[in-house]
């Protein structure tokens, strides 16, 4: 290859195998949702952004004023099947 030239990246590089390591080490696997969201908690209703899902828990985006550890409601609609 000339100098100063580019290869395209490959699948097989070394920063895609330490990317695919890491997803395939998580406990669940992980889904998009990609979906609006509502976040209940005991005084107010939170408009929000569902990202990702797993069995364990869900991945998401509010603009709330939460405490570690309170306890919430998410309600979303379930994704065409």
């Known amino acids: 290859m000339p100098a ?9 590089d070394f920063g895609m195998q330490l990317f695919r390591e890491k997803l395939e080490r998580r406990r669940w696997q992980r889904h998009w949702l990609n ?3 509502r976040v209940f908690t005991d005084s107010t209703v939170i ?7 797993s069995e364990g828990g869900i ?14 409601r998410i309600e979303y609609a379930a ?3």
């Open 47 to 53: 408009d929000g952004r569902g990202i990702r899902l």
């Open 59 to 72: 991945y998401l985006f509010a603009l709330a004023n939460m405490t570690p550890g309170e306890q919430i």
């Open 35 to 37: 979906a609006p969201i």
């Open 4 to 12: 100063g030239r580019f290869r395209p990246a490959q699948i097989g």
């Open 79 to 81: 994704p065409p099947s």
